[in-house]
């Protein structure tokens, strides 16, 4: 059965009509309520307006602990009244995503892979169509193995690509292979970059990001439970990859941008490499170090929001 191709708003060409933003559902608007059920939140139990409607930026990422982090981190950056002790994990009474609201920004988890954060964007789209949100900007960050680049650079992803390096997701719906784009804002990539330049020590690109569905045979590595390739193969695959563009590896970003473009959601990806996949496998770099590459997409993010929010010039 061959693909099929939808345009951005996740339609058919032929069937290509004007809805409103966010949502690409109409079944919703016949709901008396609807669960968030991975939030623990609800349209009847929750006045979702209240809580969320001022959102602006939203901030996801693989970790709990690190979205708590950042939470603390963006308050504190926004200096806002009160203790970053006192932030409140909204989802605390799930043990499936945490969210943590900070001002005009919502830090939210989403676990591992593909299927992880896709179930925590269905719930958070549909968050901000009930709160009635309007001009969000997502932002996906994260860790990655670089692919020709020292680790500590910072990638801010031009397209989102699969493993045959095309920049599209794949979703099997009803028995059909529905094809997306994952084209990512090219406006915020290039104001991230621009941000980037005014923070110093701050080694950053623009480039393609690979998406895989495993973090071992998927990505290369020689180092899983499984291997069924030579040395020499992985890196013909890399050198390949580089050819393409591709510049980090990491495993949320195709159905990140597929979900944000169907949904007219204004996003972007920055993770900072940990690694150069060319010289290894596995992360041998200090624990310190590699604490302060994980808050580099952090620092670039928070710097983007404040110039946004005019609160530095």
Avoid: W
Avoid at 85 to 95: A, G, L, P, Y
Wanted: net charge negative; aromatic share 8%; hydrophobic share 40%.
């Amino acid at each position: 059965m061959a693909p099929i191709l939808l345009n951005c708003m996740g339609q058919e060409p032929s069937e290509y009509i004007e809805q409103e933003q966010y949502v690409k559902n109409p079944h919703l608007d016949t709901m008396e309520e609807d669960i968030l059920y991975h939030f623990n939140l609800s349209t009847k139990t929750h006045n979702l307006p209240a809580m969320f409607g001022d959102t602006k930026f939203v901030c996801v990422g693989g970790s709990p602990n690190r979205m708590r982090s950042f939470a603390q981190f963006i308050h504190q950056e926004l200096e806002l009244p009160g203790s970053v002790d006192n932030i409140r994990d909204i989802c605390e009474e799930t043990d499936r995503y945490s969210m943590y609201k900070v001002g005009p920004v919502l830090s939210i988890s989403h676990g591992m892979g593909v299927p992880s954060i896709s179930i925590m964007l269905h719930e958070l789209i549909k968050l901000l169509y009930h709160a009635r949100c309007r001009d969000v900007i997502l932002f996906r960050i994260g860790t990655s193995g670089g692919i020709g680049l020292a680790p500590g650079t910072v990638v801010i992803t031009d397209k989102a690509v699969d493993s045959f390096f095309r920049p599209q997701f794949e979703q099997v719906i009803l028995g059909k292979v529905i094809i997306r784009s994952t084209e990512l804002d090219e406006e915020v990539a290039r104001e991230l970059l621009q941000r980037s330049t005014e923070l110093p020590n701050f080694p950053t690109v623009i480039g393609n990001t690979m998406c895989t569905h495993d973090f071992y045979e998927g990505q290369g590595r020689l180092d899983g439970a499984l291997c069924s390739f030579s040395t020499e193969e992985k890196l013909d695959y890399l050198r390949k990859a580089h050819e393409a563009g591709v510049r980090n590896i990491e495993m949320e970003s195709t159905v990140f941008a597929a979900m944000s473009r169907v949904c007219n959601l204004k996003a972007a990806v920055i993770c900072v490499t940990l690694l150069n996949r060319f010289e290894g496998d596995q992360i041998s770099t200090p624990h310190d170090v590699l604490v302060e590459y994980q808050q580099r997409p952090q620092c670039l993010v928070a710097h983007f929001i404040k110039k946004r929010l005019g609160l530095i010039a």
